[in-house]
């Protein structure tokens, strides 16, 4: 039947076999390539991958940890680029909602700015910004605002306009409807939203550290790419994985802890 739950120790058995059918395969791909050319370091063994690890994880002739450095670096970039990013598609958003004469005069330039691929706007971003981190910011804050702002608004429409008119009759005012109402229905849509531009926001910011970074996880994979070390390059893509993966998660337990109505309401 469509649809239908299955039960949790299956769920667990087989998300345990996908990862380890993506191990096996990439294993079985190694070694056919390493059997053609055995100095191969395209697809590296496990043996090579360890190597590469250590590069990363302990100290260079510096005493800096490529590891440590980069994630601090990206991390912050990420954290300042979302973080402007939430408040102002949130607010942007629940203005166009509620607002019409804001939704008319808004909606034409998010939705423009919404078909706009960052990575293509690099060079305008550039010659606003900068190559510091005022640009990263900005490239990360106008990518996810225009999907946070179109959700929220497209959230708020959803509301039945029965649930409206009921909190009017019972007395509320336009602040205690936007938050009683408005604002509790649109919530776990918007973390909802938030967590499916963690993956566009890392793009965004790898593209432009690729490009002009001299540090982070960006610039890392390039320099590191140019030497072919991809016995590097392979965990740091894990990492960044396993970095998006815990966000979502986070997203997801906040989600159940402040909306769990929306959680009762999904299952």
């Not at 697809?43 to 360890?50: C, F, R, V």
């Not at 910004?129 to 640009?135: L, P």
Request: aromatic share 12%; net charge positive; with cysteine.
């Amino acid at each position: 039947m469509i649809g239908r739950p299955i039960s949790r120790i299956k769920r667990v058995v087989l998300s345990a076999l996908s990862v380890l059918l993506l191990l096996l395969s990439y294993t079985w791909i190694s070694h056919r390539q390493h059997q053609i050319n055995p100095q191969d370091t395209t697809i590296p063994s496990w043996g090579q991958l360890a190597e590469g690890a250590k590069k990363f994880t302990q100290p260079d002739r510096k005493g800096h940890r490529w590891l440590i450095e980069d994630s601090i670096a990206t991390g912050k970039r990420l954290a300042a680029g979302i973080s402007l990013g939430i408040i102002f598609g949130f607010l942007i958003g629940m203005f166009m909602g509620c607002i019409a004469s804001v939704e008319a005069f808004l909606q034409p330039p998010i939705s423009l700015l919404a078909k706009v691929p960052q990575t293509a706007a690099l060079a305008v971003y550039f010659v606003f910004f900068g190559t510091g981190m005022k640009m990263y910011v900005a490239m990360i804050a106008f990518g996810v605002i225009p999907a946070l702002a179109v959700t929220v608004y497209l959230a708020i429409k959803d509301i039945p306009s029965e649930m409206l008119d009921k909190a009017y009759t019972l007395g509320a005012s336009h602040f205690e409807t936007a938050y009683e109402v408005v604002f509790k229905q649109v919530l776990p849509k918007f973390i909802d939203a938030v967590r499916l531009c963690i993956g566009p926001a890392i793009v965004f910011l790898i593209a432009a550290e690729m490009v002009v970074g001299d540090v982070g996880f960006g610039y890392r994979i390039r320099l590191q790419f140019k030497l072919t070390n991809m016995n590097v390059v392979y965990p740091y893509l894990v990492f960044l994985a396993g970095f998006g993966y815990l966000l979502d998660y986070g997203l997801r337990f906040l989600q159940s802890k402040i909306c769990p109505w929306y959680q009762n309401d999904s299952k």
